[in-house]
């Protein structure tokens, strides 16, 4: 009965360089879920409606990347 759109979590990373290297995307590297992240922010949102009946949990990928023009470097976690 959660309603759409609503903040569910917040994952966070945090990285020493200065600049754009050090400026954190988030992402979700799963497809076809029915969860938004915000790039900026790390804010997961339900983007539609859950049937608890059809499924019972959901497991998901998301990755944390540095922002290097050069070779960005990333994290990932489920």
């Given at each position: 009965n959660t309603p759409i759109g609503v903040p569910l979590l917040t994952v966070f990373a945090s990285d020493a360089d200065q600049g754009l290297n050090g400026r954190i995307r988030y992402s979700i590297?799963?497809?076809?879920?029915?969860?938004?992240?915000?790039?900026?922010?790390g804010v997961v949102r339900l983007r539609?409606?859950?049937?608890?009946?059809?499924?019972?949990?959901?497991?998901?990928?998301?990755?944390?990347?540095?922002?290097?023009?050069?070779?960005?470097?990333?994290?990932?976690?489920?």
């Open positions: 590297v799963t497809p076809s879920l029915p969860f938004t992240i915000d790039a900026s922010t539609s409606a859950l049937d608890f009946e059809r499924t019972r949990s959901f497991r998901f990928l998301l990755r944390a990347s540095d922002s290097s023009p050069v070779k960005p470097l990333f994290t990932d976690t489920w």
